[in-house]
T-cell receptor, first 113, second 112 residues
């Protein structure tokens, strides 16, 4: 089985722009979670989706949004980028609702200049 | 709220040394506990897990025991290798929950 695929791998944007990141989960997995990883803050939870429904949301401003499609693929969007949004964004898929074991992609490294 | 606390790194050891990385948690109920490992340039991968008190998770020579009385899940390995150099994350997730909470991570360096 193919693993979790995140695209793009690297992204450079400037302040004020918006960005969309994509995540394709492992085939058959219906849940997707997103995390922001920074050296100072570790892994911060952004969202978790199951069957196109957002099941939980972390403590991030409204500029951060996401969605999940009927094929379980997920996207997250960050609008009006700030310097502090520079981070590695990780997506993880899991088999079912509430399923504990996460399978991570390699992440999208976002740099905001 | 629920949280996970790990010992700060980096931890530097010589090859074949004994490893302990401390992890304690705060949570209501009975969460499942995990250790994930992140190698350079990669995402996290599950190393081991335990789902109830006194369970021992083990994988690749690593072990951790779910201690409800001390709310701890310390990671141990008897003899580390250079290839174990990575960042290790302790995590918890409640049954039926929709969020996995991670500790800050502990970087391990193993010298030959």
């Amino acid at each position: 089985k193919a693993g979790v695929t995140q695209t793009p791998r690297y992204l450079i944007k400037t302040r004020g722009q918006q960005v969309t990141l994509s995540c394709s989960p492992i085939s058959g997995h219906r849940s997707v979670s997103w995390y922001q990883q920074t050296p100072g803050q570790g892994l911060q939870f952004l969202f978790e989706y199951f069957s196109e429904t957002q099941r939980n949301k972390g403590n991030f401003p409204g500029r951060f949004s996401g969605r999940q499609f009927s094929n379980s693929r997920s996207e997250m969007n960050v609008s009006t980028l700030e310097l502090g949004d520079s981070a590695l964004y990780l997506c993880a898929s899991h088999e079912g609702q509430g399923e504990a074991k996460l399978f991570f992609g390699s992440g999208t490294q976002l740099s905001v200049l | 709220g629920d949280s996970v606390t790990q010992m700060e790194g980096p931890v530097t050891l010589s090859e074949e040394a004994f490893l302990t990385i401390n992890c304690t948690y705060t949570a209501t109920g009975y969460p499942s506990l995990f250790w994930y490992v992140q190698y350079p340039g990669e995402g996290l991968q599950l190393l081991l897990k335990a789902t109830k008190a006194d369970d021992k998770g083990s994988n690749k020579g690593f072990e951790a025991t779910y201690r409800k009385e001390t709310t701890s899940f310390h990671l141990e390995k008897g003899s580390v290798q250079v290839s174990d150099s990575a960042v290790y994350f302790c995590a918890l997730r409640k049954p039926g929950g929709f969020k996995t909470i991670f500790g800050a991570g502990t970087r391990l360096f193993v010298k030959a």
